[in-house]
C-alpha cells in the first residue's frame, strides 16, 4: 500500500470506528442532559439491538428483508424498553436515589438481555456473528449507515435549535422546574428524549452487529463514554467530536504495539483532556438567562 | 431419647443412599472439554470421541466407569469446578481438557492429586513441564511453528513477515517460536500486532500491519478470531501469502470463511480424518451412528486420549499410579491419529505436513 492508500484506509476506519462510538455517546449526552444521569442503560439497548439482528438474520435468507426487519424491530424495542425502564426509575424515586436505582436497573436489565439471549439462541451465541451468517461481504453497507445515521442524527440535533420542540426541550433540559411553571411538559419530554435515546443505541447495535458482530464485553460502550467526556457530556456535537478524537488515538495506538496500547492511550489522552479542560473540549455554553429568549 | 435415635438413623439412611447413588462401578474414568462457548469447536468433538471410545470399551466388557463429560465451557475458574466435580467421585484418570489454558490451570491439581490427566488438543510448550501424571495427544505448538516459518521462508522466500496474533500465552509463544525460526533462516519480521482475546474486529489493526508491506501475515489466534481476520484482510486488499496454526486445519472452519481463506497455508500433524484407513472409517461410522454428525478431526484426538487409559485397566491396571505406570512404559500405542508414545514429559511426536486451502475449499498436502 502506498501512503495515499494507507491515509486514506486510515481516515475511513477513524470516521467509522468514530461513527461507532458516536451512536452510543450521542444518546448518552442527550439522557444526561434531560434526565441528569448517565443512561447506562442503553448499554443494554444496544446489545439487545445486536440480538435482534441476530434474529433478522435467522428469520430469512433474504439479506435485504433480514436487515429491514432487524433495524425496525431494534428502533422500537429499544425506544420501548428506553421508555419502560425510566417510567420504573421515576416511580420509584429517581430524583432521590438516581445512581442507586438506576444501576441496579441497568444491571438488571443488562443481564436479562444476555440471559434471554442464551435461553434462546443458546451460549455460542454471545459472541453474535450476524455478519458473518448472512456473508460478510454483502453489509459492507452497515458500516457506512453507522456513519450516515450519525452525521444526520447530528443534523437534525442542530435544526432542532431552531424549532420550538427545540428550544422547549433545552429549557427542560437546563431548568425543569422553570420550564415547567411556563407549561412545558418536562415528563413528556424526558421520555420522548429516552426513547428517542434508547432507539438510536438500539439501531447502532444493529448496524454494528450487522457488520462485525457485536461482542458484549468489549470496549466499545466504556471508549464511548470516554468519548462523551473529552468532547463535554452534555452537548452531542461535543461528544461526537470526543468520540473521533479517541478513534483517532486508538487508531495511531495499534501501530505502536505497545501492551494494551489502546485502553493506555485513550486513558491518557481523555486525562490530559480533563486536566486542561475539566468539562471537555467542546462543553455546552453556561444558560443563566431567559431560556425562551435563547 | 427415642427420637434422637430415630433422627441419627434418619441421617445415617440419607448418608447411605447418597453415598450408594455415588457408587462408581470399578475404576472411574472423567471426562472435561469445552462443549459451549468458542471452544466448543474442538471440546466438542473432542469430548464425543472419548465417550465413544470409552462407551465401546465398556461394551466389549472392560469394567470401569464414565463420569460427564463435565462442560468447561469458556474454561478458567469454570474448568477448576468442572475438575471438582469430577473430583468427589475419585476418578482414576481424566480425558481433557483440551484448551491450554484450561490445562495448565487443572493439570498442575491433578499432578498434585496424583490423578492421570491425557490432554486432547492443548498444544501449549510449558504443559510439558507440568509433571508425571499429565500426558498429552496433540503435540505441542513447537514443530506446528517452526514448519510455518521454514515454508515461509525456504519454500516462498518470504522477507517481510507481519504478525497478527492475540494477547494469551498461546498468542505470545506461537509469535516467539515464529520469529526465533524466521529470523534465523533469514527472514524478517517486520510487524508484530496483538489484540485482545474478546475482539471480532480487526481493521484498525489490518490496516497498520499492511503498512509494514509484508509478504506473509502470519495469524496466531483462536479460530473464531482468525475467521474474522481472514476476512477483514481480504477486504482490505490483501492478496499474499496467509499461515495459520493447525487450529485452522478444520473443514468446518475454512468453510464458514468461504473464498477468503482460498491459498491460506496451514501446518498440521499428519492426521487426516478423510482418511481410507479401516480404523479411521469405523470410527466415522461409529461417530456418526452415536452422535448424528460427522466426525471432525478433534474426535480422533478425544479418542486416542482415552485409549491408553483403556489399555491400562484392561491390563489390570486400577490404581493411578498403575495406569500412569502403563502408560508411561508401554512403547507404542495404536491410535487413529497414527501409532504413538509418550516421551518422559508425556508429550507424543507426530510428523507435520503444511497443507493448502483449494479452490474446493479442503486442504491438500503441499509439503
Known amino acids: ?54 434474529v433478522g438474520s435467522k428469520l430469512s435468507t433474504d439479506v435485504a428483508l433480514a436487515f429491514s426487519f432487524s433495524v425496525l424491530a431494534a428502533s422500537i424495542v429499544g425506544g420501548s424498553l428506553s421508555v419502560l425502564l425510566l417510567m420504573l426509575n421515576e416511580n420509584i424515586g429517581i430524583e432521590t436515589a438516581p445512581a442507586d436505582a438506576h444501576l441496579v436497573f441497568s444491571l438488571f436489565l443488562f443481564l436479562a438481555v ?24 454483502t453489509l459492507g453497507v452497515a458500516r457506512w ?65 450487522w457488520d462485525t458482530g457485536v461482542q458484549p464485553y468489549s470496549n466499545l460502550f466504556l471508549n464511548a463514554v470516554f468519548g462523551l467526556l473529552a468532547g463535554g457530556a452534555f452537548s452531542p456535537l461535543g461528544a461526537a467530536a470526543g468520540c473521533l478524537i479517541l478513534a483517532t488515538v486508538r487508531q495511531t495506538s495499534f501501530g505502536l504495539n505497545v501492551y494494551r496500547g489502546e485502553e493506555v492511550l485513550i486513558a491518557l489522552c481523555l486525562i490530559c483532556i480533563l486536566v486542561v479542560r475539566p468539562r471537555g473540549l467542546f462543553p455546552t455554553k453556561s444558560r443563566t438567562g431567559d431560556l425562551i429568549s435563547e | 431419647m ?20 455415588q457408587k462408581t462401578e470399578g475404576p472411574a474414568v472423567g471426562i472435561m472439554e469445552p462443549e459451549t462457548g468458542q471452544n466448543s469447536v474442538y471440546g466438542s468433538p473432542a469430548a464425543n470421541g472419548a465417550l465413544l471410545a470409552l462407551e465401546q470399551a465398556k461394551s466389549e466388557g472392560v469394567t470401569f466407569s464414565i463420569l460427564g463429560p463435565e462442560d468447561i465451557a469458556a474454561g478458567g475458574e469454570l474448568a477448576r469446578q468442572a475438575y471438582s466435580r469430577l473430583m468427589r467421585y475419585n476418578p482414576v484418570a481424566i ?42 495427544v496433540y503435540p505441542s505448538y513447537l514443530g506446528i511453528a517452526n514448519d510455518l516459518a521454514e515454508f515461509a521462508v525456504r519454500d516462498r522466500g518470504s522477507r517481510r513477515i507481519a504478525i497478527i496474533a492475540e494477547r494469551s500465552n498461546f498468542g505470545r509463544d506461537f509469535t516467539h517460536i515464529f520469529q526465533q525460526r ?18 471480532n474486529d480487526f481493521r484498525g489493526q489490518i490496516i497498520e500491519l499492511l503498512a509494514s508491506n509484508p509478504d506473509s501475515v502470519l495469524m496466531s489466534s483462536q479460530v473464531a478470531q482468525m475467521q474474522a481476520i481472514l476476512r477483514q484482510i481480504r477486504e482490505a486488499g490483501y492478496t499474499g501469502l496467509i ?58 484426538y478425544g479418542w486416542d486420549a482415552a485409549l491408553p487409559i483403556i489399555e491400562a485397566i484392561r491390563s489390570g491396571a486400577r490404581t493411578s499410579l498403575e495406569i500412569r505406570d502403563y502408560i508411561s512404559r508401554k512403547p507404542q500405542f495404536s491410535g487413529l491419529t497414527g501409532n504413538f508414545h509418550f516421551d518422559q514429559n508425556g508429550d507424543v511426536a507426530l510428523p507435520g505436513r503444511i497443507y493448502e486451502v483449494t479452490a474446493n475449499l479442503d486442504f491438500r498436502v503441499i509439503r
Open chain 1, 1 to 54: 500500500m502506498n501512503s495515499l492508500d494507507l491515509w486514506l484506509a486510515r481516515s475511513v476506519l477513524v470516521i467509522q470506528y468514530a461513527a461507532a462510538l458516536a451512536a452510543l455517546a450521542i444518546p448518552l449526552s442527550l439522557s444526561l442532559r434531560v434526565n441528569k444521569f448517565l443512561n447506562f442503560h442503553l448499554a443494554s439497548t444496544y446489545i439487545a439491538g445486536g440480538y435482534l439482528a441476530y
Open chain 1, 114 to 137: 444476555q440471559a434471554l439471549a442464551v435461553a434462546v439462541f443458546g451460549p455460542r451465541t454471545l459472541l453474535a456473528a450476524t455478519a458473518e451468517q448472512a456473508g460478510a461481504e
Open chain 1, 145 to 209: 449507515a453507522v456513519v450516515s445515521f450519525v452525521i444526520l442524527g447530528l443534523g437534525c440535533l442542530k435544526l432542532l435549535r431552531n424549532t420550538l420542540f427545540g428550544l422547549r426541550w433545552v429549557a427542560a433540559a437546563d431548568n425543569p422546574s422553570l420550564a415547567a411553571d411556563q407549561g412545558i411538559p418536562v415528563t413528556r419530554l424526558r421520555r420522548q428524549t429516552a426513547m428517542a435515546a434508547g432507539a438510536a443505541t438500539a439501531f447502532a447495535g444493529c448496524l454494528q452487529a
Open chain 2, 2 to 21: 427415642w427420637r434422637c435415635m430415630t433422627e441419627i438413623f434418619a441421617l445415617s439412611l440419607a448418608l447411605l443412599l447418597t453415598s450408594c447413588s
Open chain 2, 95 to 136: 480425558v481433557g481438557p483440551g484448551i491450554s489454558n484450561d490445562m495448565l490451570l487443572v493439570g498442575p491439581l491433578a499432578q498434585r492429586d496424583g490423578v492421570v490427566m491425557i490432554g486432547t488438543t492443548c498444544e501449549n510448550v510449558k504443559i510439558s513441564e507440568i509433571g508425571d501424571y499429565v500426558f498429552r
Open chain 2, 182 to 199: 524466521a529470523q534465523a533462516i533469514g527472514g524478517r519480521v517486520s510487524k508484530i500486532i496483538e489484540h485482545a482475546p474478546e475482539e
Open chain 2, 243 to 300: 499461515l495459520a496454526p493447525s487450529s485452522f486445519y478444520d473443514q468446518e472452519s475454512v468453510s464458514a470463511v468461504g473464498t477468503p481463506a482460498l491459498g491460506m497455508i496451514v501446518a498440521a500433524y499428519a492426521f487426516d480424518i478423510s482418511s481410507q484407513d479401516p480404523k479411521v472409517v469405523s470410527f466415522r461410522d461409529s461417530y456418526r451412528a452415536r452422535f448424528g454428525a460427522e466426525a471432525p478431526q478433534w474426535a480422533a
